[in-house]
């Protein structure tokens, strides 16, 4: 499924999930007009980077996000305003909450991913694939034994695509749900394959929830792996390109 431009004007219907992926590194006028649009609290994360990209990165990030808000509600990007789950998950605070817009977001590395529905729970994620990282320790100690069996099996070429096609998955899963790292990765099961469909196969303690959910892995941009998750089945998926003028 190809990235395109997305239309003039935005409708996201029930049943369909929007995904945008835009790139990080921004001529610096159009970075400084999005970072003109935080609010001071996301100013003053911003600032806690160590490092000046990664300040850079989050500010564009949170750019990017209020501008693709700000088109579904027709609203000014600097009027959004967020709060946050237990664990961190964002959400917009009435009276623009009250339009039942769902997000989240994502970056790694220079690229973000963004993915909006209407009033069903979402989760994004976006990793940079190194292939030098040693995936097989991280998978032993958080995957589960299924799983780490699934990426052993694979021939060696395709493993480490595989290892972060299947984080992306369980992370983007995780976000869901509103629940980051507070639930353990080994207690449910994804697919592994880079061949087979993406799917949620088993939860520890819940048979009935791999069926509430939809999993996608994104093809985003060479050397990156990505995943949506979204609330419910049967749902059309649309791939958006962001620009600062589209």
């Known amino acids: 499924m190809p990235w395109s431009p997305p239309p003039n004007f935005l409708l996201l219907a029930p049943e369909e999930v929007h995904a945008w992926r835009a790139r990080l590194e ?22 806690r980077f160590r490092l000046p990209e990664a300040e850079a990165r989050f500010t564009a990030a949170r750019g990017i996000l209020r501008d693709i808000l700000a088109r579904y509600l ?12 237990p664990h961190g998950k964002p959400f917009l605070v009435s009276p623009v909450g009250c339009s039942g817009l769902e997000f989240n977001l994502s970056h790694s590395h220079g690229m973000a991913l963004c993915g909006v529905t209407q009033g069903r ?10 292939f030098s990282a040693d995936w097989e ?10 799983e780490s069996a699934m990426l052993l099996s694979l021939p060696s070429e395709r493993q480490t695509e595989a290892f972060f096609r299947c984080w992306c998955l369980k992370e983007a899963y995780l976000k869901a ?5 507070s639930t353990p990765l080994a207690s449910f099961d994804v697919s592994v394959s880079p061949g087979e469909p993406a799917a949620l196969l088993k939860v520890e303690g819940n048979p009935a929830e791999p069926g509430r959910w939809a999993l996608t892995a994104l093809d ?10 979204v609330e419910g089945q049967g749902l059309r998926l649309r791939l958006w390109d962001w620009s600062p003028n589209s």
């Not at 985003?220 to 998750?229: D, S």
Request: proline fraction near 6%.
């Open 26 to 47: 921004l001529a610096p006028p159009l970075a400084e007009r999005l970072r003109r649009t935080l609010s001071s609290e996301e100013r003053e994360r911003a600032a």
């Open 74 to 85: 027709d609203r000014d990007p600097s009027a959004l305003r967020f709060g946050y789950g």
């Open 121 to 130: 729970q979402i989760g994004v994620d976006v990793e940079k694939m190194r």
């Open 137 to 146: 320790r991280i998978a032993a100690r958080f995957f589960s034994a299924r």
């Open 177 to 181: 749900r509103g629940e980051g790292l």
């Open 220 to 229: 985003i941009e060479p050397g990156h792996a990505a995943a949506v998750v």
